[in-house]
């Protein structure tokens, strides 16, 4: 489910299109059963426990806990507790980048670690900071007849990045006095870099069209990439499209041909060639593996 199919299962009244989605405790339920891909989501659980599977790992969130899922990722929410009360927040680049106007409040976040979720556990306070400043942005978002809606709700988007980045410091250790950092050029490289991934992982593979997009050279890409990550740009390929494939061969319905075509391989043989290069396994194999432990 992409960013546009997942603000549509709330009311309009909860987000601005292609910008914010803010989903209250009362609509929390909605995510219980949903997988999300493509989504940057900022989860708090203030109270009760719930699943999360990410990339095929599931954890669970337990009361006062802040969780930051990046876009690359593919998450499925599952096992909501009968007390649950949680908010999510979603946010495109673009919005994010506008509203912050370039600056990158709370510690300079680990980009070597993109593909998991990052849970943080916090203070009953903490908690209720958070919480305070998403019911102001949900508040707001209700509110449309008000003529200055979207600077209101970019307003208190910042206060709540702000907030947040002052509690993310409070939990990292240390020697000076933290700073908080502007986003830099390789920053927004990266960043969308990761973006384009996400969104022509399935027909382009190779690096030069990214670099292209981004107007630098592969060399230059291949370099900025694996400094501020640590990953090269075509293992960040490789993995998309190994996401996208692990999940498709568990619906038995779609033949390993089309999860091919689909996925713009010159043919069958040669997705079989990339995914046992990758996992070590066959398709076919992981397919027969996957309908074992569901039995």
């Given at each position: 489910?992409?960013?546009?199919?997942?603000?549509?299962?709330?009311?309009?009244?909860?987000?601005?299109?292609?910008?914010?989605?803010?989903?209250?405790?009362?609509?929390?339920?909605?995510?219980?059963?949903?997988?999300?891909?493509?989504?940057?989501?900022?989860?708090?659980?203030?109270?009760?426990?719930?699943?999360?599977?990410?990339?095929?790992?599931?954890?669970?969130?337990?009361?006062?806990?802040?969780?930051?899922?990046?876009?690359?990722?593919?998450?499925?929410?599952?096992?909501?507790?009968?007390?649950?009360?949680?908010?999510?927040?979603?946010?495109?680049?673009?919005?994010?980048?506008?509203?912050?106007?370039?600056?990158?409040?709370?510690?300079?976040?680990?980009?070597s670690d993109l593909n998991?979720?990052?849970?943080?556990?916090?203070?009953?306070?903490?908690?209720?900071?958070?919480?305070?400043?998403?019911?102001?942005?949900s508040d707001t978002l209700?509110?449309?007849?008000?003529f200055y809606r979207l600077?209101?709700?970019?307003?208190?988007?910042?206060?709540?990045?702000?907030?947040?980045?002052?509690?993310?410091?409070?939990?990292?250790?240390?020697?000076?006095?933290?700073?908080?950092?502007?986003?830099?050029?390789?920053?927004?490289?990266?960043?969308?870099?990761?973006?384009?991934?996400?969104?022509?992982?399935?027909?382009?593979?190779?690096?030069?069209?990214?670099?292209?997009?981004?107007?630098?050279?592969?060399?230059?890409?291949?370099?900025?990439?694996?400094?501020?990550?640590?990953?090269?740009?075509?293992?960040?390929?490789?993995?998309?499209?190994?996401?996208?494939?692990?999940?498709?061969?568990?619906?038995?319905?779609?033949?390993?041909?089309?999860?091919?075509?689909?996925?713009?391989?010159?043919?069958?043989?040669?997705?079989?060639?990339?995914?046992?290069?990758?996992?070590?396994?066959?398709?076919?194999?992981?397919?027969?593996?996957?309908?074992?432990?569901?039995?």
């Amino acid at each position: 489910m992409n960013v546009q199919n997942f603000y549509q299962n709330f009311s309009s009244e909860h987000y601005l299109p292609g910008q914010i989605l803010v989903v209250p405790p009362a609509e929390f339920h909605r995510l219980n059963g949903l997988t999300v891909e493509g989504c940057r989501l900022l989860i708090l659980v203030v109270n009760g426990t719930m699943h999360m599977t990410l990339n095929g790992k599931t954890s669970e969130v337990t009361s006062h806990s802040f969780v930051d899922i990046i876009e690359t990722a593919s998450v499925k929410f599952s096992k909501f507790s009968s007390n649950l009360h949680a908010w999510c927040l979603s946010v495109t680049f673009e919005f994010a980048s506008s509203a912050l106007k370039n600056l990158r409040p709370g510690p300079m976040p680990n980009l070597s670690d993109l593909n998991n979720a990052n849970i943080l556990k916090i203070s009953a306070d903490e908690s209720f900071v958070i919480s305070r400043q998403l019911t102001m942005l949900s508040d707001t978002l209700n509110n449309p007849q008000n003529f200055y809606r979207l600077e209101l709700v970019e307003g208190y988007f910042k206060c709540f990045c702000l907030e947040l980045g002052n509690i993310q410091f409070n939990h990292v250790k240390q020697t000076e006095e933290p700073e908080v950092a502007c986003v830099t050029k390789r920053d927004f490289i990266t960043l969308n870099f990761i973006k384009l991934v996400c969104k022509h992982y399935a027909t382009e593979h190779q690096i030069d069209f990214y670099a292209n997009a981004l107007c630098v050279s592969p060399k230059h890409l291949t370099r900025i990439v694996k400094e501020m990550t640590g990953k090269t740009p075509k293992a960040f390929i490789s993995d998309e499209i190994i996401i996208h494939a692990m999940a498709m061969l568990e619906d038995e319905r779609i033949p390993v041909g089309q999860i091919a075509e689909e996925l713009s391989f010159s043919d069958q043989a040669a997705f079989c060639k990339f995914f046992k290069a990758q996992k070590k396994i066959t398709p076919m194999e992981y397919r027969r593996r996957q309908k074992l432990q569901k039995n």
